[in-house]
């Protein structure tokens, strides 16, 4: 069986990952092919050995000529703007919804789309199971929808986690796009709050977008030029997480969290705000869900002051991400699916 998988841009960052690893672990008998713009994640793809094909998905007719000219069987669809286009391109399709977007809960252009996009889908796979029940118009998914949390191949992680070897260490990561559902000016706002009662912490932040600018402009604010590094796109982001002792996630929403699972897969204790899936994945055992900055920020003072609170939370880090890294069995969930949409 073939499957394109589409993507709508040529960045790589979270859903891009997640197709470019369900290709790489595809058994034999499945080809998954990653598809979208020329740009990045070609290369990116390229260097695990994921095959790729170049395509304008955002043209219905390039849609169509690709999946035709590739004799494939399905298109997996990333997120709400391809598998739109996709219904658009009357090609067969499942679509992977990745976020939880705040057009979810409220009747709009996109989320009457989105109605449209759910009724030509094959089925539609939720990272999580508040997108299906944010969703304004849930009672159209009710059929088609499964829930199928992202998975973590952990022993990819460790193993890049150590391929460099990296001249400093930090307190907090963040670990995301720069881009407002990630809300990094909000993440140097905590390491301000967090340095106001341990002077000398330290953070890095990995990753770029269009908020760069004022993220640089909040260090200046807070004074923490010699507190916060930047470090822009990685593409082995995993060598920063093993050299940061806490992984801090400032979103506003969250559709999974996959970058939780990653560092909690390392050991390091996780801290966000309880949004999305990210309420599947942290609890005070291995980090803590917090709905204010303040409330957030002690609790990193006190793991990281702590050393017996600190083990505690990253043994509990380890074992909590054990329940998103089994790999065979996810895909093997991804292939029934296939199968029975082609059928």
Same mark, same amino acid.
């Given at each position: 069986?073939?499957?394109?998988?589409?993507?709508?841009? =040529?960045?790589?960052?979270?859903?891009?990952?997640?197709?470019?690893?369900?290709?790489?672990?595809?058994?034999? +008998?499945?080809?998954?092919?990653? $598809?979208?713009?020329?740009?990045?994640?070609?290369?990116?793809?390229? /260097?695990?050995?994921?095959?790729?094909?170049?395509?304008?998905?955002?043209?219905?007719?390039?849609?169509?000529?690709?999946?035709?000219?590739?004799?494939?069987?399905?298109?997996?669809?990333?997120?709400?703007?391809?598998?739109?286009? #996709?219904?658009?391109?009357?090609?067969?399709?499942?679509?992977?919804?990745? #976020?939880? #977007?705040?057009?979810?809960?409220?009747?709009?252009?996109?989320?009457?789309?989105?109605?449209?996009?759910?009724?030509?889908?094959?089925?539609?796979?939720?990272?999580?199971?508040?997108?299906?029940? +944010?969703?304004?118009?849930?009672?159209?998914?009710? =059929?088609?929808?499964? #829930?199928?949390?992202?998975?973590? =191949?952990?022993?990819?992680?460790?193993?890049?986690? $150590?391929?460099?070897?990296?001249?400093?260490?930090?307190?907090? *990561?963040?670990?995301?796009?720069?881009?407002?559902?990630?809300?990094?000016?909000?993440?140097?706002?905590?390491?301000?709050?967090?340095?106001?009662?341990?002077?000398?912490?330290?953070?890095?932040?990995?990753?770029?977008?269009?908020?760069?600018?004022?993220?640089?402009?909040?260090?200046?604010?807070?004074?923490?030029?010699?507190?916060? $590094?930047?470090?822009?796109?990685?593409?082995?982001?995993?060598?920063?997480?093993?050299? /940061?002792?806490?992984?801090?996630?400032?979103?506003?929403?969250?559709?999974?969290?996959? *970058?939780?699972?990653?560092?909690?897969?390392?050991?390091?204790?996780?801290?966000?705000?309880?949004?999305?899936?990210?309420?599947?994945?942290? /609890?005070? /055992?291995?980090?803590?869900?917090?709905?204010?900055? +303040?409330?957030?920020?002690?609790?990193?003072?006190?793991?990281?002051?702590?050393?017996?609170?600190?083990?505690?939370?990253?043994?509990?880090?380890?074992?909590?991400?054990?329940?998103?890294?089994?790999? $065979?069995?996810?895909?093997?969930?991804?292939?029934?699916?296939?199968?029975?949409?082609?059928?």
């Amino acid at each position: 069986m073939k499957i394109l998988h589409m993507l709508i841009t =040529d960045a790589f960052s979270g859903s891009e990952s997640v197709a470019a690893h369900i290709i790489k672990n595809l058994p034999p +008998e499945y080809k998954g092919i990653y $598809t979208s713009p020329a740009g990045e994640a070609h290369n990116v793809c390229s /260097s695990m050995g994921v095959d790729t094909l170049v395509c304008n998905t955002s043209d219905t007719g390039e849609i169509k000529r690709a999946f035709i000219e590739s004799s494939a069987d399905i298109v997996h669809a990333h997120d709400p703007h391809m598998s739109f286009n #996709c219904a658009r391109a009357a090609v067969p399709f499942i679509s992977h919804l990745h #976020c939880n #977007c705040d057009w979810l809960k409220r009747i709009c252009p996109n989320s009457l789309a989105l109605a449209y996009t759910v009724k030509k889908a094959k089925r539609v796979l939720c990272v999580s199971s508040s997108i299906a029940e +944010e969703y304004v118009f849930k009672s159209f998914m009710r =059929d088609k929808q499964l #829930c199928l949390p992202n998975c973590v =191949d952990s022993r990819e992680v460790i193993a890049k986690s $150590t391929a460099a070897i990296l001249p400093e260490n930090w307190d907090m *990561a963040f670990i995301g796009r720069m881009s407002a559902p990630k809300q990094p000016v909000e993440f140097v706002r905590m390491v301000s709050l967090v340095k106001s009662k341990l002077p000398n912490v330290t953070a890095v932040m990995v990753g770029d977008g269009e908020l760069r600018e004022a993220v640089e402009q909040a260090i200046e604010k807070y004074a923490l030029s010699n507190s916060v $590094t930047l470090v822009g796109y990685k593409e082995n982001p995993y060598t920063y997480m093993r050299n /940061s002792r806490v992984g801090v996630l400032t979103s506003a929403q969250e559709g999974f969290g996959l *970058a939780a699972v990653e560092m909690m897969s390392l050991g390091k204790p996780f801290f966000a705000y309880p949004n999305g899936g990210l309420k599947d994945i942290v /609890s005070g /055992s291995c980090g803590g869900l917090y709905s204010s900055a +303040e409330a957030m920020a002690d609790a990193v003072v006190e793991t990281l002051s702590d050393g017996s609170v600190y083990s505690a939370k990253s043994l509990g880090a380890y074992e909590a991400s054990r329940r998103f890294t089994d790999m $065979t069995a996810y895909i093997a969930k991804l292939c029934a699916v296939y199968d029975s949409a082609v059928s």
